[in-house]
């Protein structure tokens, strides 16, 4: 619609020059100038999900690291686990064997 009345202005340019042609000329300025505050929230917006995706990168990059702990806990509750079992059926067996020695 703007532009519409840019055109006009241009059109009726012809009657009266000096006026008209300050007129057109603000106008024209007024719209570069929103044009740029477009570009410039256009850029702003596109920093921001550029900003989000970077953060959401992160987050999965902390859960990876997080199930990789979990992972590391397991592997360690098992091996510990396996070692006391064996721990003690030798310490059980050793005491089954002392107390056969003792009869």
């Not at 006009?8 to 006026?19: I, Q």
């Not at 702003?44 to 702990?69: E, F, N």
Request: proline share 0%; glycine share 2%; aromatic share 2%.
């Amino acid at each position: 619609m703007l532009l519409l009345l840019l055109l006009l202005a241009g059109v009726g340019g012809a009657a009266v020059a000096s006026f008209d042609s300050l007129a057109c000329s603000a106008l024209l300025l007024l719209l570069l100038l929103l044009l740029l505050l477009l570009l410039l929230l256009l850029l702003l917006l596109l920093l921001l999900l550029l900003l989000l995706l970077l953060l959401l990168l992160l987050l999965l990059l902390l859960l990876l690291l997080l199930l990789l702990l979990l992972l590391l806990l397991l592997v360690v509750v098992v091996v510990v686990s396996s070692s006391s079992s064996t721990f003690i059926a030798s310490r059980a067996s050793s005491r089954d064997h002392c107390c056969t020695r003792e009869q």
